[in-house]
């Protein structure tokens, strides 16, 4: 875990963390969600903001959806930039 990193998908403290930026192409809604074929269970997470320890806003987060796959869906505004964080369960990892 990073100095800051908020708990990713509610509670779990996670600690394998790999974070994502994405810029939304046209506004509406927009789904990510990890593989249900995945060797770990998934904490996912969708940010807004600038610095990890000052201004992060949480857009949508889960921690199992199906099994243990993730999935957030959420509104978006074309153009601006997401921060998305896949972690691990208890700081597992995997495929």
């Known amino acids: 875990r990073e100095a800051c990193e908020p708990y990713h998908g509610g509670t779990n ?7 994502f930026n994405w810029l939304a192409p046209a506004g509406g809604t927009v789904t990510f969600q990890t593989a249900d074929a995945s060797t770990f269970d998934t904490l996912l997470a969708v940010y807004q903001g600038t610095s ?3 201004d992060l806003t949480v857009i949508a987060s889960n921690d199992d959806f199906v099994g243990s796959s993730s ?3 959420f509104q978006v505004t074309g153009g601006q930039t997401y921060l998305i964080a896949l972690d ?5 990892r995997g495929d």
């Open 13 to 19: 403290t996670g600690g394998s963390s790999v974070w």
């Open 71 to 73: 999935q957030v869906s």
């Open 52 to 54: 990890l320890c000052d």
């Open 88 to 92: 691990g369960v208890d700081g597992s």
